[in-house]
Protein backbone atom coordinates (compact mmCIF):
# COMPACT_ATOMS: atom_id res chain seq x y z
CA UNK A 1 0.00 0.00 0.00
CA UNK A 2 1.27 3.44 -0.85
CA UNK A 3 0.03 6.62 1.10
CA UNK A 4 0.15 10.48 -0.68
CA UNK A 5 0.02 13.82 1.18
CA UNK A 6 -0.19 16.76 0.09
CA UNK A 7 0.47 20.56 1.34
CA UNK A 8 1.13 23.90 0.00
CA UNK A 9 -2.25 24.98 -1.01
CA UNK A 10 -3.56 28.03 -0.04
CA UNK A 11 -4.79 31.24 -1.53
CA UNK A 12 -2.53 33.76 -3.77
CA UNK A 13 -2.67 36.37 -5.93
CA UNK A 14 -2.93 36.30 -9.83
CA UNK A 15 0.60 36.50 -11.31
CA UNK A 16 2.10 34.74 -7.87
CA UNK A 17 3.92 31.45 -6.93
CA UNK A 18 3.16 28.68 -5.12
CA UNK A 19 4.63 25.14 -4.21
CA UNK A 20 2.77 22.05 -3.08
CA UNK A 21 4.38 19.19 -2.32
CA UNK A 22 3.21 15.23 -2.02
CA UNK A 23 4.57 12.86 0.42
CA UNK A 24 4.97 9.46 -0.59
CA UNK A 25 4.80 6.43 1.91
CA UNK A 26 4.54 3.24 2.33
CA UNK A 27 5.87 0.54 -0.32
CA UNK A 28 8.42 3.00 -1.66
CA UNK A 29 10.64 0.45 -2.56
CA UNK A 30 8.49 -0.13 -5.73
CA UNK A 31 8.44 2.51 -8.37
CA UNK A 32 5.83 4.59 -8.95
CA UNK A 33 5.19 7.45 -11.23
CA UNK A 34 3.42 10.54 -9.72
CA UNK A 35 1.26 12.51 -10.83
CA UNK A 36 -0.77 15.86 -10.27
CA UNK A 37 -4.51 16.37 -10.78
CA UNK A 38 -7.17 19.15 -10.33
CA UNK A 39 -10.46 19.71 -9.66
CA UNK A 40 -12.38 22.87 -10.00
CA UNK A 41 -15.70 23.63 -8.22
CA UNK A 42 -17.96 21.73 -10.76
CA UNK A 43 -15.55 20.21 -12.73
CA UNK A 44 -13.93 16.63 -13.43
CA UNK A 45 -10.46 16.09 -12.11
CA UNK A 46 -8.45 16.65 -14.94
CA UNK A 47 -4.33 15.89 -15.59
CA UNK A 48 -1.73 18.57 -14.76
CA UNK A 49 1.82 17.50 -14.48
CA UNK A 50 3.43 14.27 -14.13
CA UNK A 51 6.93 13.13 -13.02
CA UNK A 52 8.26 9.44 -13.98
CA UNK A 53 10.20 7.39 -11.27
CA UNK A 54 13.36 8.17 -12.63
CA UNK A 55 12.66 12.02 -12.98
CA UNK A 56 13.56 12.15 -16.84
CA UNK A 57 10.33 12.27 -18.54
CA UNK A 58 7.43 14.90 -17.20
CA UNK A 59 3.79 15.77 -19.22
CA UNK A 60 1.93 18.85 -18.67
CA UNK A 61 -0.89 19.95 -19.45
CA UNK A 62 -0.72 22.69 -22.04
CA UNK A 63 -2.18 25.15 -20.28
CA UNK A 64 0.23 25.24 -17.31
CA UNK A 65 3.43 24.22 -19.30
CA UNK A 66 6.00 26.69 -18.84
CA UNK A 67 4.18 28.05 -15.68
CA UNK A 68 4.40 24.47 -13.46
CA UNK A 69 7.27 22.71 -12.56
CA UNK A 70 6.75 19.25 -11.33
CA UNK A 71 10.37 18.07 -9.79
CA UNK A 72 11.20 15.44 -6.70
CA UNK A 73 13.21 14.76 -4.22
CA UNK A 74 13.95 10.64 -3.82
CA UNK A 75 15.58 11.50 -0.59
CA UNK A 76 12.62 12.69 0.61
CA UNK A 77 10.41 10.66 -1.22
CA UNK A 78 8.78 13.83 -2.56
CA UNK A 79 7.17 15.29 -5.06
CA UNK A 80 6.32 18.89 -5.79
CA UNK A 81 4.48 21.48 -8.50
CA UNK A 82 6.17 24.45 -8.17
CA UNK A 83 3.00 26.76 -9.41
CA UNK A 84 4.20 30.32 -11.34
CA UNK A 85 2.18 33.00 -13.07
CA UNK A 86 -0.99 31.51 -11.48
CA UNK A 87 -4.16 32.22 -12.65
CA UNK A 88 -7.61 32.60 -11.19
CA UNK A 89 -8.42 29.57 -13.35
CA UNK A 90 -5.91 27.44 -11.56
CA UNK A 91 -8.23 27.53 -8.54
CA UNK A 92 -8.90 24.12 -7.62
CA UNK A 93 -8.63 21.63 -5.26
CA UNK A 94 -4.72 19.95 -6.09
CA UNK A 95 -4.34 15.99 -5.70
CA UNK A 96 -1.19 13.84 -6.06
CA UNK A 97 -1.24 10.49 -7.31
CA UNK A 98 1.08 7.19 -7.90
CA UNK A 99 0.98 5.17 -10.93
CA UNK A 100 2.91 1.69 -11.33
CA UNK A 101 6.26 2.78 -13.53
CA UNK A 102 6.32 1.68 -16.82
CA UNK A 103 8.77 2.06 -19.82
CA UNK A 104 5.95 4.17 -21.33
CA UNK A 105 6.38 7.59 -18.86
CA UNK A 106 4.25 8.90 -16.80
CA UNK A 107 0.61 8.61 -17.66
CA UNK A 108 -2.16 11.57 -17.90
CA UNK A 109 -5.13 9.21 -18.10
CA UNK A 110 -6.69 9.56 -13.73
CA UNK A 111 -7.72 5.98 -14.64
CA UNK A 112 -4.26 4.85 -14.48
CA UNK A 113 -3.22 5.88 -11.02
CA UNK A 114 -3.87 3.54 -7.87
CA UNK A 115 -3.34 5.97 -5.13
CA UNK A 116 -4.65 9.16 -3.72
CA UNK A 117 -4.05 12.02 -1.82
CA UNK A 118 -6.52 13.66 -0.08
CA UNK A 119 -6.19 16.98 -1.95
CA UNK A 120 -5.08 20.29 -1.42
CA UNK A 121 -7.02 23.79 -1.96
CA UNK A 122 -5.51 26.35 -4.29
CA UNK A 123 -7.30 29.60 -4.60
CA UNK A 124 -5.71 32.33 -6.89
CA UNK A 125 -7.45 36.22 -6.73
CA UNK A 126 -7.68 37.83 -9.14
Known amino acids: QVQLVESGGGLVQSGGSLKLSCVVS????????VGWFRQGPGEERKFVAA????????RYLDSVNGRFIISRDNAKNTRYLQMNSAKPEDTAVYYC???????????????????WGQGTQVTVSS
Open 51 to 58: ISWSGDNT
Open 26 to 33: GRTSSKYD
Open 97 to 115: AAAHSTNYGPPTDSYDYHY
